[in-house]
């Protein structure tokens, strides 16, 4: 991704993807912006069809794994979701992977964050939620941006962070939107051919944890391997325990 001058944080500045949308096959066939929506997941269960793009400027009841709130201020980041039709297995590894891509050489120090988190500097940037719902399936991203340190609750504000805050370099929502939406475009074309398998051994070899020691509630272990829909396979003395989600800490206590 070439080098870009920092955006408007004005919600129009979206409006430009509808004159130019991304080449993509599969994600962003049509494409609705919103100044502001409770949840983009919501609009899409509720509403969407296979192909769209819902982007909302801000969220005022944004939501991320395990029914917690997601802080999603206006003019900040990226809000949006896309829908899919179907159950289209493997979508939060292509999420993981398609931000990780799209930042790339600007931005090389993101780490995968098991099970649906993207870090930078030990701070989460980006948050990833998939839902479905009547035979439709719903891919939230939420990517902060322009966040300074104190537009996060002080709740978040030591664990939280954004492109800005952590880069000093000039972001710009509409490129970096447009870069997840390929990357995204691609590794979907993957997963409905048949290469599933490839997209979760990268998100997998990606995410660092083979072999590591991690504790996750009162589960302490070795990490045998990541399956087929991502839950980690732990060895532990009381034998293979099988974790789906949860707060992932290294043994020795490096937070990840």
Same mark, same amino acid.
């Given at each position: 991704?070439?080098?870009?001058?920092?955006?408007?944080?004005?919600?129009?500045?979206?409006?430009?993807?509808?004159?130019?949308?991304?080449?993509?096959?599969?994600?962003?066939?049509?494409?609705?912006?919103?100044?502001?929506?409770?949840?983009?997941?919501?609009?899409?269960?509720?509403?969407?069809?296979?192909?769209?793009?819902?982007?909302?400027?801000?969220?005022?009841?944004?939501?991320?794994?395990?029914?917690?709130?997601?802080?999603? *201020?206006? /003019?900040? +980041? =990226?809000?949006?979701?896309? $829908?899919?039709?179907?159950?289209?297995?493997? #979508?939060?590894?292509? !999420?993981?992977?398609?931000?990780?891509?799209?930042?790339?050489?600007?931005?090389?120090?993101?780490?995968?964050?098991?099970?649906?988190?993207?870090?930078?500097?030990?701070?989460?940037?980006?948050?990833?939620?998939?839902?479905?719902?009547?035979?439709?399936? *719903?891919? /939230?991203? +939420? =990517?902060?941006?322009?966040? $300074?340190?104190?537009?996060?609750?002080?709740? #978040?504000?030591?664990? !939280?962070?954004?492109?800005?805050?952590?880069?000093?370099?000039?972001?710009?929502?509409?490129?970096?939107?447009?870069?997840?939406?390929?990357?995204?475009?691609?590794?979907?074309?993957?997963?409905?051919?048949?290469?599933?398998?490839?997209?979760?051994?990268?998100?997998?070899?990606?995410?660092?944890?083979?072999?590591?020691?991690?504790?996750?509630?009162?589960?302490?272990?070795?990490?045998?391997?990541?399956?087929?829909?991502?839950?980690?396979?732990?060895?532990?003395?009381?034998?293979?325990?099988?974790?789906?989600?949860?707060?992932?800490?290294?043994?020795?206590?490096?937070?990840?």
């Amino acid at each position: 991704m070439g080098m870009a001058m920092a955006d408007s944080t004005s919600p129009q500045v979206f409006e430009s993807l509808l004159d130019n949308p991304p080449n993509t096959s599969h994600v962003a066939k049509e494409i609705r912006i919103f100044e502001a929506l409770d949840s983009s997941n919501s609009f899409v269960l509720n509403e969407g069809y296979e192909g769209l793009l819902v982007i909302a400027d801000q969220q005022t009841a944004g939501r991320g794994r395990l029914q917690r709130s997601w802080h999603s *201020a206006p /003019g900040k +980041g =990226l809000w949006f979701t896309v $829908c899919l039709d179907g159950l289209v297995q493997g #979508l939060t590894f292509a !999420a993981a992977l398609s931000v990780q891509d799209a930042l790339g050489e600007k931005c090389p120090g993101t780490t995968i964050k098991w099970p649906n988190d993207i870090l930078l500097d030990g701070k989460k940037i980006c948050g990833i939620l998939v839902e479905h719902k009547n035979n439709r399936m *719903a891919l /939230g991203i +939420g =990517l902060n941006v322009h966040h $300074c340190t104190e537009d996060f609750p002080d709740e #978040l504000q030591k664990i !939280a962070g954004s492109l800005d805050s952590l880069t000093n370099i000039p972001w710009n929502r509409v490129v970096l939107l447009t870069d997840i939406l390929k990357h995204l475009d691609y590794y979907i074309e993957l997963i409905r051919n048949g290469k599933l398998e490839s997209v979760r051994s990268d998100w997998s070899r990606r995410c660092g944890l083979i072999g590591k020691r991690v504790q996750i509630g009162d589960v302490l272990g070795e990490v045998e391997c990541i399956d087929e829909i991502g839950a980690l396979i732990i060895q532990t003395t009381e034998g293979t325990k099988r974790i789906m989600s949860g707060e992932i800490e290294i043994a020795d206590g490096e937070d990840r």
